[in-house]
C-alpha cells in the first residue's frame, strides 16, 4: 500500500505532461498554472478552477526551443517552463500567474504574454509592505482583481460562501503538510524527506482535497514499514530550493550521504501560510490577514525587522538540526544573496553549515555526496564531543 | 567653440560631483545626515527636502568600476561567501565597503543614517540592503515597495499604496533622521526645479533625431544623465547644468556636427543605432571606442531611462508631491513589463530613424537581461531592423571579452552595410516630433 501511494506520488511528480490536470478537464473544468511561490490557490478554487504548479521540466525534459529565449547566466527554471510551453505541454493551462519572487520569474510574465497573447496572463505582485492600512490595503485589491479575472476565467461568480469554503479546504491541505513535517522532524527515517518530496510534488497537480487524502494516507500508512530504522544520521536543514527544484536524487544522494533532512524550504508556497486561515468573516480580508501576519519568511519576502537568519535559527533550534545544508539553484539571486545573511546568523550561534548549488537537470551526485557525508560526519563528532 | 562650451558643461558636472563627495566625507563632523538608495524610483527631492544627503551605492560601483577597482572588490566580497552569480553590482559595494568605503574622489564615503530602500525595477535591492543594514548594525530601513507595472500602466491603487508607504513609512523616517518636519512648500519648489532640467534633458535626448546627431545618447547619455539620475534632481545646479548642456547641444546642432568622443568630435555619422542594456564600465572607454571607430553612433538607449521616462512626457509636478513621486518610480524604465519595453525600443527604432540596434546584456542584471533574447527577435519583427546581441557585465572585468565583442560588432555593422547595399536607409517615420529628415541637416 504504501510502495503504491509512493508510487502514485513519484509519477505525479515526474508527469511533465500533466495527465493529473488533463483529467480534470475532461468534465470541461479549467485549469490555472502558477510559478513559485506564494499565490492566493483559494481564490483560484473557488471559481471551481485547479491551481497547477508549475515548477520546471526537472532532469527528464530535454531542452530545445528554451536556451534559445535564455542567457546562460540564468537559472534553469525559466528556461525549462518555456520549454513546457512552447511543447503544448501547458497547453491545457487556461491561465497563469507568475508571482512577485524574483526578476526573472517577473520578466517571464511579461515573456508569456507576448508568447501567448490570447491566454490569461497575471504578475502575482505581493506587497513588501506589513501593514494593513498599506500592505494590507494594496493586496486587498490585488485579490478583489483576481477573484474578477478568475470569475470570468471561469465564467462563474466567487460568492463570499465559496471562498471560505474553498479557505477550510485549504486550511485542511496546510495542516496536513504541517502535520507530515511534524511528523519528519520528529522520525525523520520513518518519513524521509526523499518520500515528503514526492509528495509534495503531487500537490502541484492535485485537487487540495485529494492531496490532502494522500498526505493523510501516507502518514498512516508509513510507520507500519518495520523496516524503517533510526540509524544515527545527523539532523539537517536544507535551505534555498524554494524555487527551481532539485532532482530527486540529490535528495536521496543527502539520505544516502547521512543526512536527515528534518526541515526545508522545498514547494514552500504549499505551505506559504502556516496558520489556518479564518473562516469567518470577509474572506478576502481573511487572505490578507493571513499573508500579512503568518506568511513563511523567504528570501523573496522583506524584513521588516531585520535579522534575517532568525528564522533560520529558530528552525534549527526547534527542529533540533545539528547543521545546516545550503542548496540553492546555480545564479539565483535571492537564494544566494540572502545565503551570507544566514550563513552569518549560524555562525554566531557556531551552528555548521554546508552550501552547494545544483540545477533541476543536475544527474552527477558524486561531489555532492561526498561533501554532504564529510559534512553529516564533522558534525556527529561534532555533537558527540 | 563648441568643444569649449562642451567643456563648459562636463566642468559644472565634474565639480557638482566633487563637491557632493566632499560634503559626504565631512558629513559627520558638519553634522549632516546620509540617506543611501537607488537610481530607479529616487525620492532625491524629497530628501534633499529634509536637507539629507544622499548617497548612492550604483554610481559608486559604476565609479569603480570605471576607475579599475570593482576587480578587487569583487574578489573582497566573493571571499567573503558573496556567490559569483550574482550582481556585480552588490559585490562591488560590499567589496568596497569592507576595504574602507572610500569613494569616487578618493574621500571616505559616511556611514548611512537612513537606507531608504527604494524597491523599484529591481528585486536585488531587497536583498543589497537588507546586506548593507547587517554590515552597518543599527541603521534604520525605510522600505518603498513599488509595484511593477506589468500592464505598462498605473493603476490608481498602486500609485494610493506608494503614496501611503511615502506618507507612513517614509516621511517619518526621513523626519526621524533629520530631526525636521517635512515641508511639503519646501519639496513643491524643487520639484519645480526637477520638471525645468527635466525639460532640458528630453530636448538633449531628443536632439538625436537629427541626423547627424549631435549627441551619442548612450556613451555620452550615460554622462547627461548622471546629475538628473543622482544627487542633484530638484537643485539649482541641475538646472544650470542642463541648460549649460542644452545649449551646447543646439550649437553643435546649428553647425551640423556630430558628437564628441574622448578622441574629439566625430566627422560622420554611418550608423545610426539604439541600444538597449546598460553599458560596461570596466572598459567604458575601449567599448565607446568599438562605436565611434566604426562611426556608428547611439541615437536612443533604454539604459538613459533607467532613473525616469522623462522622454514619454513625465515631469514632476509641484501640485501633486508625493502623487507625481510615486508615478515617477512607477515609471522607471525596469519597472515596466517586457511588453512595453518592446514598444517603448520599436518607438526609438522608428522615431530616431535607427538602422540597427543592439542588446548589450550584462550577466550581473536580471532584471534588464531576462527576456532580452526575445526582446531582439520581436523587435526585428516588428521593425525589420536586424539586432545584434552581445554579452557582457558591469562592472567584473572578468566578462567583459574585448576581442570577442569587437567581432560582434564589427561584424554587425558590416551585416547592415551589406542590407542597405551601399545605399543610405530612409526609415519609415512615426515620430510625433517635427524634424528634418536624414541627411537633411
Ligand atoms: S531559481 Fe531563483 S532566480 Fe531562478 S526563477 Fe527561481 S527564484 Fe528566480
Ligand atoms: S540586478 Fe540590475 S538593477 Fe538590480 S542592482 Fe543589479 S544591476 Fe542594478
Redesign the interface.
Known amino acids: 500500500m504504501l510502495r503504491e501511494l509512493l508510487a502514485t506520488a513519484q509519477s505525479l511528480s515526474d508527469d511533465i505532461d500533466f495527465t493529473a490536470v488533463k483529467r480534470w478537464k475532461e468534465s470541461g473544468r479549467k485549469a490555472v498554472g502558477h510559478m513559485p511561490t506564494y499565490v492566493p490557490r483559494e481564490l483560484i478554487h473557488a471559481a471551481g478552477m485547479l491551481p497547477v504548479g508549475i515548477t520546471g521540466g526537472g532532469a527528464s525534459l530535454e531542452i530545445i526551443r528554451g536556451d534559445a529565449y535564455f542567457q546562460s547566466y540564468i537559472c534553469r527554471i525559466p528556461r525549462s517552463t518555456i520549454e513546457l510551453a512552447l511543447s503544448h505541454r501547458l497547453d491545457i493551462l487556461d491561465g497563469m500567474l507568475f508571482p512577485s519572487i524574483c526578476d526573472v520569474i517577473r520578466n517571464l510574465s511579461g515573456m508569456w504574454s507576448m508568447l501567448f497573447p490570447d491566454r490569461y496572463v497575471h504578475y502575482v505582485d505581493v506587497p513588501q509592505n506589513f501593514d494593513e492600512a498599506v500592505g494590507g490595503r494594496f493586496w486587498r485589491r490585488e485579490l478583489e482583481t483576481l477573484r474578477r479575472d478568475f470569475e470570468e476565467l471561469a465564467g462563474t461568480t466567487i460568492t463570499d460562501d465559496a471562498l471560505r469554503a474553498s479557505i477550510a479546504v485549504y486550511n485542511e491541505n496546510r495542516r496536513a503538510i504541517r502535520d507530515l513535517y511534524r511528523a519528519r522532524s520528529g522520525r525523520p527515517w520513518i518519513f524521509p524527506m526523499s518520500e515528503s518530496y514526492l509528495l509534495l510534488r503531487a500537490g502541484n497537480v492535485l485537487p487540495p482535497d485529494e492531496h490532502t487524502a494522500m498526505i493523510r494516507e501516507y502518514l498512516a500508512l508509513a510507520p507500519s514499514d518495520s523496516e524503517r530504522r533510526d540509524q544515527d544520521r545527523s539532523r539537517v536543514v536544507l535551505s534555498g530550493m524554494f524555487c527551481e527544484q532539485p532532482p530527486h536524487g540529490l535528495v536521496l544522494t543527502l539520505e544516502r550521504a547521512g543526512c536527515y533532512v528534518v526541515v526545508d524550504d522545498f514547494l514552500i508556497g504549499l505551505r506559504w501560510l502556516q496558520q489556518d486561515v479564518s473562516t469567518s468573516g470577509d474572506p478576502l480580508d481573511n487572505l490578507v490577514d493571513a499573508y500579512l501576519h503568518h506568511s513563511a519568511m523567504s528570501a523573496s519576502r522583506y524584513a521588516p525587522e531585520g535579522d534575517r537568519g532568525r528564522w533560520l535559527v529558530e528552525s534549527v533550534e526547534r527542529n533540533e538540526a545539528e547543521g545546516v545544508v545550503f542548496c540553492a539553484p546555480s545564479f539565483c539571486d535571492p537564494a544566494l544573496l540572502d545565503q551570507p545573511m544566514l550563513v552569518a546568523a549560524l555562525d554566531r550561534k557556531g551552528i555548521p553549515h554546508t552550501e552547494f548549488k545544483y540545477s533541476e537537470d543536475t544527474g552527477q551526485f558524486a561531489v555532492i555526496r561526498e561533501q554532504a557525508g564529510t559534512f553529516s560526519d564533522s558534525i556527529r563528532l561534532w555533537s558527540e564531543a | 567653440m563648441s568643444s569649449i562650451r562642451k567643456e563648459d558643461s562636463m566642468l559644472l558636472q565634474k565639480q557638482m560631483i566633487s563637491d557632493h563627495y566632499d560634503r559626504l566625507a565631512t558629513a559627520p563632523e558638519d553634522g549632516k545626515k546620509v540617506v543611501y538608495t537607488f537610481v530607479p524610483g529616487n525620492l532625491n527631492e524629497l530628501v534633499r527636502s529634509f536637507d539629507l544627503l544622499p548617497v548612492l551605492p550604483e554610481i559608486n560601483a559604476l565609479q569603480s568600476g570605471m576607475r579599475k577597482l570593482s576587480g578587487e572588490y569583487i574578489a573582497e566580497a566573493e571571499k ?4 559569483e ?3 556585480t553590482y ?1 559585490k562591488c559595494d560590499i567589496g568596497m565597503l569592507k576595504k574602507g568605503n572610500i569613494g569616487p574622489t578618493g574621500k571616505r564615503l559616511p556611514k548611512p543614517d537612513l537606507l531608504l ?1 527604494s ?1 523599484t525595477g ?3 535591492f ?3 540592503f ?2 548593507l ?2 554590515e552597518y548594525g543599527d541603521v534604520p ?1 525605510a ?1 518603498l ?1 513599488v ?2 507595472q ?1 500592464n505598462g500602466r498605473i493603476e490608481p ?2 500609485r ?2 506608494v503614496v ?2 511615502m506618507r ?2 517614509v516621511i517619518p523616517k526621513l523626519e526621524q533622521v533629520s530631526g525636521r518636519a517635512f515641508d511639503e512648500e519646501r519639496l513643491r519648489e524643487m520639484l519645480r526645479l526637477s520638471a525645468r532640467a527635466e525639460d532640458d534633458l528630453v530636448w538633449t535626448l531628443e536632439s538625436a533625431k537629427r541626423t547627424p546627431s549631435p549627441i551619442d545618447a548612450y556613451f555620452g547619455g550615460v554622462y547627461y544623465i548622471g546629475p538628473i539620475f543622482s544627487a542633484f534632481r530638484g537643485t539649482p545646479e541641475a538646472v544650470e547644468y542642463y541648460a549649460a548642456l542644452r545649449a551646447e547641444v543646439q550649437e553643435r546642432l546649428d553647425a551640423g556636427l556630430g558628437p564628441i568622443t574622448p578622441e574629439g568630435p566625430m566627422a560622420r555619422e554611418k550608423y545610426r543605432l539604439v541600444v538597449e542594456g546598460p553599458p560596461n564600465w570596466t572598459s567604458f572607454r575601449e567599448f565607446w571606442k568599438m562605436f565611434y571607430d566604426e562611426e556608428a553612433v547611439v541615437v536612443a538607449s533604454s539604459y538613459t531611462k533607467v532613473g525616469g521616462l522623462y522622454d514619454r512626457g513625465f515631469r514632476h509636478d509641484p501640485d501633486h508631491p508625493l502623487e507625481t513621486l510615486a508615478d515617477y518610480c512607477l515609471g522607471c524604465y525596469t519597472n515596466l ?3 512595453t ?2 514598444e517603448l525600443l520599436e518607438r526609438y527604432i522608428r522615431e530616431y530613424s535607427a538602422d540597427g540596434f543592439l542588446i548589450n ?1 550584462v ?1 550581473s542584471c ?2 534588464f ?6 526582446m531582439l527577435r ?1 523587435l526585428e519583427e516588428r521593425t525589420g531592423v536586424p539586432g545584434a546581441f552581445i ?1 557582457s557585465d558591469l562592472v567584473d572585468p572578468r566578462y567583459f571579452s574585448a576581442a570577442n565583442i569587437k567581432n560582434r560588432i564589427e561584424s554587425y555593422l558590416q551585416m547592415l552595410d551589406q542590407k542597405r547595399g551601399g545605399q543610405a536607409i530612409l526609415p519609415v517615420r512615426t515620430g510625433t516630433i517635427a524634424c528634418p529628415p536624414p541627411g537633411a541637416a
Open positions: 567573503h561567501g558573496h556567490s552569480d550574482v550582481c552588490v530602500l524597491y529591481c528585486f536585488t531587497l536583498k543589497w537588507e546586506l543594514r547587517e530601513v522600505m515597495h509595484p511593477y506589468a491603487h498602486q494610493d499604496y501611503e508607504q507612513t513609512e513589463g517586457l511588453p519595453r518592446v546584456s550577466k536580471n532584471s537581461s531576462v527576456g532580452q533574447l526575445m520581436r554579452e
